[in-house]
Nanobody, 125 residues
Framework: VQLQASGGGMVQAGGSLRLSCVASGGRTFNNYAMGWFRQAPGKEREFVATISWNGGSTYYGDSVKGRFTISRDNTKNTVYLQMNSLKPEDTAVYYC??????????????????WGQGTQVTVSS
């Protein structure tokens, strides 16, 4: 499975961005749970959001709950991350990931076996 993330950029605090991640290759996209993680310089990779194979279940990290929304369009093999009310502490490289062995959402980074290349999000104060 190849994952291509896009949509990152620079935005002022309080602004919004929408990340996209397109999957190609592998089994049918709707066989996978998908997730978004982020990593800031000098920090460990942090769980952001995850979504089940059909979009029916989602789960968020505490730091983004109420501000970010994960969704997917299985007809387009794409998962999205809508980010609102962005804060400077949201600055990081954002990665999408696929759990090819599971359909349920999971926050555990070790459950994901395919990763995208990352897209930089920078939020200025």
């Amino acid at each position: 499975v190849q994952l291509q993330a896009s949509g990152g950029g620079m935005v002022q605090a309080g602004g919004s961005l929408r990340l996209s991640c397109v999957a190609s290759g592998g089994r049918t996209f709707n066989n996978y749970a998908m997730g978004w993680f982020r990593q800031a310089p000098g920090k460990e990779r942090e769980f952001v959001a995850t979504i089940s194979w059909n979009g029916g279940s989602t789960y968020y990290g505490d730091s983004v709950k109420g501000r970010f929304t994960i969704s997917r369009d299985n007809t387009k093999n794409t998962v999205y991350l809508q980010m609102n009310s962005l804060k400077p502490e949201d600055t990081a490289v954002y990665y999408c990931a696929a759990d090819s062995y599971g359909v349920a959402p999971t926050p555990d980074v070790n459950d994901y076996d395919y990763w995208g290349q990352g897209t930089q999000v920078t939020v200025s104060s």
